[in-house]
Nanobody, 115 residues
Framework: QVQLVESGGGSVRAGGSLRLSCAAS????????MGWYRQAPGKQREFVVY???????NYADAVRGRFTISRDNAKNTVYLQMNSLKPEDTAVYYC?????????WGQGTQVTVSS
């Protein structure tokens, strides 16, 4: 059984920074794309960013230039460095990964940005 466990959420003031981590565990043969989505209260879950196993990245326009994704393939872990946070970044952030050709989700971690 494969699990994704996120950590690093919290509360910050606008302009601050947070770093999220997501570690995959279990019986893992391959991990392709890893990434992050977020869901704000009353809104649909939206794409934030992904990174391929080869390091290619794709960012949503709303976070490009402020957020940076990276991954450590040896640790099966993906990171999201979030800088210059805005109140509109407030959401539950979900890790997503294609592991063993199946799509997996983490349980989510809350990020709250106050003005």
């Amino acid at each position: 059984q494969v699990q994704l466990v996120e950590s690093g959420g919290g509360s910050v003031r606008a302009g601050g920074s947070l770093r999220l981590s997501c570690a995959a565990s279990g019986t893992i043969f391959s991990i392709n794309e890893m990434g992050w989505y977020r869901q704000a209260p009353g809104k649909q879950r939206e794409f934030v960013v992904y990174i391929t196993s080869g390091g290619r990245t794709n960012y949503a326009d709303a976070v490009r230039g402020r957020f940076t994704i990276s991954r450590d393939n040896a640790k099966n872990t993906v990171y999201l460095q979030m800088n210059s946070l805005k109140p509109e970044d407030t959401a539950v952030y979900y890790c997503n990964a294609v592991i063993n050709s199946y799509n997996h989700w983490g349980q989510g971690t809350q990020v709250t940005v106050s003005s």
